[in-house]
């Protein structure tokens, strides 16, 4: 990747934006967002530069910096006095590094359920109230569940969301959803908290979550969380067509996704 901070006439590439804009946007916190966004293409940044960028005086784009400096996201060289990217930052790339690693390591073992089942397999971590897929391998079949890499998904109207859930315990599900009512993807998920805590209740019993047509219709799924120890918390899933689902096929899948939890929790130690 090029350097630019040695130029402050260079364009910065488009600036990313992952949703519709905010109903009552904060300008300062889009600032200091951009500002790490910036520091994160170019690598440092000096404060002319970031005035210039933001369209702001100097002492406007000081106290941002200045600010992002105190909570660690980013730091000041001592020689060059341009700003760098800070200890919080590292720790939050150093965390996502670990979860490509977990993915890595995992791949065998999804590989061979894959090949083992013949039905779509997904890997799942818990990001708050949400289930993003970090790895997937589809069914060979012609009918199939297609792949939901990269998505993330409302986690109590998944398997894999309430397999993870289900770790966690009363008071900290409380806190996280803090409404009575939750929105559903399909008339089949979940609608409420109290219902969830049932829901949750059971998957604690069976040591596994399902899915019968929650998130999409025509989609059934079995999950079964990792034990939680030094990774962040994640479930594999296997998803099926809702024409193939039976009683059978769901015993087989519990029996394959308990051993490969296990396989996968004794390479991620």
Not at 213 to 239: F, K, T
Request: charged share 25%; net charge negative.
């Amino acid at each position: 990747m090029p350097d630019h901070a040695a130029s402050s006439d260079a364009d910065p590439p488009a600036e990313p934006e992952h949703s519709a804009p905010p109903q009552y946007p904060i300008e300062s916190v889009d600032n200091a967002l951009r500002l790490l966004w910036l520091i994160g293409e170019r690598g440092s940044l000096r404060l002319t530069d970031a005035g210039d960028y933001l369209g702001v005086a100097s002492s406007t784009a000081h106290r941002l910096l200045a600010m992002l400096q105190y909570r660690g996201f980013v730091r000041q060289n001592r020689q060059s006095r341009m700003y760098e990217p800070g200890p919080s930052l590292d720790k939050i790339a150093f965390s996502l590094l670990g979860r490509l690693d977990v993915r890595e390591r995992a791949r065998p073992v999804l590989e061979h359920l894959n090949a083992e089942l013949r039905e779509t397999v997904h890997l799942g971590t818990l990001e708050g109230q949400m289930v993003r897929f970090i790895d997937s391998i589809e069914s060979p079949r012609a009918v199939r569940v297609g792949s939901r890499l990269g998505r993330s998904i409302l986690a109590h109207c998944t398997s894999t969301g309430k397999a993870m859930l289900a770790q966690l315990p009363d008071a900290d599900l409380m806190e996280l959803y803090p409404e009575p009512k939750l929105e559903q993807l399909t008339g089949a998920s979940i609608d409420s908290r109290d219902a969830l805590l049932e829901a949750l209740k059971e998957v604690r019993r069976k040591g596994y979550a399902t899915s019968k047509e929650e998130s999409e219709e025509g989609v059934m799924s079995v999950a079964m969380a990792l034990p939680r120890s030094n990774h962040p918390p994640m479930a594999l899933n296997i998803s099926v067509p809702a024409s193939r689902m039976n009683v059978p096929t769901r015993r087989k899948i519990v029996s394959a996704l308990t051993g490969a939890v296990q396989e996968i929790d004794q390479l991620i130690i």
